[in-house]
């Protein structure tokens, strides 16, 4: 019979891309927030001066109302990307690489996590599928 022994056509596999937001990008309210997601209130006016370079309008007092106030935000972009798997490691985790830079090849692994690796180690690590 027609049709028979056909496979049905799959969907694409797709992976949820997780990028950071940099901080120079980031408001002064949103970068608070950033960082109150990774000290909690442990966040000083210290630490937000050192990552606005020393840059701000914000005052202490301001920024301690504003720990308070803001929830802790991680302040990334999210992507849903297709993954086509192009190589795995030695465990057998997929990857996609996604570009080549003078650091190596940026690869999203099937589980999201985002790497690096370098041109000269890439074979020592990973295998065409």
Do not use: C, N
């Not at 950033?34 to 920024?63: C, Q, S, W």
């Not at 972009?77 to 570009?99: C, K, N, S």
């Amino acid at each position: 019979m027609a049709g028979q022994g056909l496979k049905p056509k799959q969907e694409p596999e797709r992976v949820l891309l997780r990028t950071r937001i940099p901080s120079r990008e980031l408001s002064d309210r949103k970068l608070i927030a950033r960082l109150k997601a990774t000290k909690g209130m442990r966040t000083t006016y210290e630490d937000f001066l050192v990552a606005r370079k020393g840059k701000t309008d914000i005052t202490p007092d301001r920024f301690g109302e504003l720990i308070v106030e803001l929830a802790p935000d991680p302040a990334v972009r999210e992507e849903w990307i297709v993954f086509l798997p192009t190589h795995a490691d030695r465990r057998g985790q997929r990857y996609m690489i996604l570009d080549r830079t003078r650091e190596g090849y940026r690869l999203i692994r099937e589980d999201g996590v985002l790497g690096t690796s370098p041109e000269e180690e890439f074979p020592e690590f990973f295998s065409p599928i």
